[in-house]
């Protein structure tokens, strides 16, 4: 029945598909392959992709962009991981306040994000003032990698908890009742039952943690030119260098790796619930 | 109700503790760009002027903000919805593949897909030139949040049966589509419209490359601001796109809780 309802419609169905088509090849992939073939048409010819691998410099600058996004998944998936499981599992008054604060900051930008941590830890922030009260000088460190840090867990953590929620409101929290019931203590649970139900929610929220945190630079922008991460060396490349073809072969690789993390996420994922179901 | 351990109080703790690490700068933001002189603090007066000078100075960078983010919602909404049909309607290996191609935009970093639109189309003066140029690079960004937003909802319902049972009584496609299709789509489009008028008025990491000094977007202007006026004013700046951003946020939390009430998920 619906083979010749398919039958019928397929030319409205391809008529439909067209106008995506065209865009995505006119603006996506056509511009793409042409950066690619710009990555190697400059001084290094295609060397500049081994370069991207092997010059000193960009190796310091992919090495400091992983380590940080590594480290700002790993801290943003414990913290939201806690916070999300707690606000799911427990009843109080102000529950929907606090979780309304919480998901607030989802749509802030990365600029308005980095000016949020000037707030905090910026010369004249929060942060200073409470370590100069406290121990007499002034902890500011805004303008820094730990700045850039801060900045990424606060722009990831709210939709982290989100996550988190949406995947714990479908736990069945008779199987932790059971596994209390059974002797099994708190830390137990959550590293036996919580943790593996969760698993799937969490490798896709810490992979857009991940490819946020490599590829965003608008608080890394606010925060100072001089963070050498992959973004602000590309940007620096393009603007002040005008080494387009660096640039090009640079966003290529960054480009390649944030999506071959998500690829990967994605796949292990979709195992994990295979292998659930 | 079990008795509320250590556990609850330290989880509380945490939760309370992250809750201020994301709000407190918001409040400070907002109070900075109400104060006469934020280095002396609030006894220095409340005063409107850093609100006014924003005003006087960068509402067009507000105005193009919103045009442009007006202009992706239509055309997000034009090519995005009927693809989200197709996709819902037929599952092949092309299909799959338009659907992993749609997310790209988001997965790669929006500098790499702006340099990419650069070297194809900077040397067409005009079209760089213009708002359109930015216009592009958003609807790539936000097509996928429209598309999955909308396919979720008819992946939800039965479709089939509707049209099976409109074809039956003689109804054309284009009867189907707009009279069954779209108006059971609704909560998705609408959805899928608050997420990408969201994200189109906040992205910076392609805007900042496909802009020019012709076509400065609100985040663009703040990251100026930032860089190079007064604390008082960048925080006045902000406090702009707070008021511009945070009903629209209201808005999405609300859209979303019956659809999940809706699935049976609530406790």
């Known amino acids: 029945m619906f083979n010749t309802l398919l039958r019928d419609d397929r030319l409205w169905l391809v008529a439909l598909l067209a106008p995506v088509a065209i865009f995505f090849i006119a603006f996506f992939l056509l511009p793409l392959g042409r950066l690619f073939l710009i990555g190697g048409s400059g001084e290094l010819g295609w060397g500049a992709y081994v370069a991207a691998f092997t010059d000193p410099y960009y190796i310091r600058s992919l090495v400091a962009t992983l380590m940080l996004s590594v480290s700002v998944t790993v801290v943003t998936l414990v913290i939201s991981g806690f916070v999300g499981v707690f606000l799911q599992r427990n009843q109080f008054s102000g529950r929907a306040l606090l979780t309304a604060m919480l998901t607030l900051p989802l749509a802030f930008p990365g600029v308005v994000v980095g000016f949020m941590v000037i707030m905090l830890a910026g010369r004249q922030g929060l942060i200073p003032d409470v370590t100069e009260a406290l121990t007499g000088e002034r902890l500011v460190f805004a303008y820094s990698m730990a700045g850039l840090f801060m900045g990424y867990v606060y722009f990831s953590i709210p939709r982290t908890i989100l996550t988190v929620m949406a995947a714990a409101e479908k736990l069945d929290p008779r199987v932790e009742e059971a596994a209390r019931s059974l002797g099994a203590g708190q830390w137990r649970v959550v590293r036996d039952v919580l943790v593996p139900g969760l698993k799937p929610a969490l490798l896709s929220a810490g992979a857009i943690c991940f490819a946020t945190a490599m590829g965003a630079f608008g608080t890394a922008f606010t925060l100072a030119t001089r963070i050498n991460v992959l973004p602000m060396v590309i940007y620096t490349e393009f603007t002040l260098q005008a080494n387009i073809a660096m640039a090009a072969a640079l966003s290529f690789v960054l480009g390649a790796i944030t999506w071959v993390a998500l690829l990967l996420a994605r796949t292990s994922a979709g195992r994990t619930v295979a292998a659930a179901g | ?267």
Not at chain 2, 75 to 83: A, E, F, K, N, Y
Not at chain 2, 94 to 121: D, H, N, Q, S
Request: aromatic fraction near 10%; charge should be positive; glycine fraction near 8%.
């Open chain 2, 1 to 267: 109700m079990r008795k509320r351990g250590l556990a609850y109080w330290f989880l509380l703790a945490l939760t309370l503790l992250v809750s201020a690490f994301l709000i407190v700068p918001v409040g400070m933001s907002i109070l900075a760009g109400l104060t006469v002189n934020y280095f002396i603090g609030v006894e220095s007066g409340l005063t409107l002027q850093w609100l006014a000078q924003v005003w006087s100075d960068h509402r067009h960078t507000v105005f193009l903000s919103l045009k442009i983010a007006l202009a992706c919602l239509f055309c997000t909404l034009l090519i995005g919805v009927p693809t989200a049909y197709v996709l819902a309607r037929r599952q092949n290996a092309f299909t799959r593949a338009l659907e992993e191609l749609l997310v790209m935009p988001v997965a790669i970093p929006g500098l790499a897909t702006a340099l990419a639109l650069i070297v194809m189309y900077g040397g067409m003066g005009d079209f760089r030139r213009s708002w359109s140029f930015i216009l592009v690079g958003h609807v790539l960004f936000t097509l996928p949040f429209m598309v999955r937003s909308v396919l979720a909802v008819l992946s939800s319902i039965d479709l089939k049966t509707f049209e099976e049972g409109a074809r039956s009584l003689g109804a054309s496609f284009t009867q189907r589509f707009f009279g069954i299709v779209l108006p059971n789509c609704r909560s998705g489009i609408l959805a899928g419209s608050l997420m990408v008028v969201t994200l189109s008025l906040g992205e910076f990491n392609m805007t900042l490359l496909l802009h020019t000094p012709l076509t400065p977007t609100l985040p663009v202007g703040l990251a100026d601001a930032y860089a190079s006026l007064r604390m008082e004013v960048g925080s006045a700046y902000t406090l702009v796109f707070f008021i511009i951003i945070i009903p629209l946020l209201v808005v999405m939390q609300w859209a979303a809780a019956p659809a999940r009430i809706g699935t049976g998920q609530s406790r």
